[in-house]
């Protein structure tokens, strides 16, 4: 079954990335990438697919009240506070250097 987008396209499947992060980052537990609307799109490796829509749906009920709480008191944005945290995740998201290509001679 393929994941889709908004707009109908067929979603990568990213739960690789999701793994690779667990292996990476210390106390990392689970994670789940969601849509706009809370659907899962992928579940790191070690949540099954019923607790990863559950953890998706809470997660965006949690991003919905959080908003509308900001947008009550002019706190803010969820948007900012998202945005710090892949900041401080980034190092742990980038890709190692490749292998410089070795020159080869034609003669």
């Known amino acids: 079954m393929a994941v889709m987008a908004e707009g109908g396209t067929p979603v990568r499947d990213l739960a690789w990335l999701l793994d690779d992060l667990s292996d990476r980052v210390p106390d990392f537990r689970r994670a789940v990438i969601l849509s706009r609307d809370g659907l899962l799109i992928a579940a790191s490796k070690d949540l099954s697919r019923e607790d990863g829509e559950h953890l998706s749906a809470v997660a965006a009920a949690v991003q ?10 002019a706190a803010g944005t969820v948007a900012y506070e998202m945005a710090m945290l892949v900041k401080r995740a980034r190092p742990h998201l980038a890709a190692l250097p490749r292998n410089p290509a070795t020159e080869i001679s034609v003669e």
């Open 64 to 73: 919905s009240l959080a908003a509308g709480t900001g947008d009550r008191f």
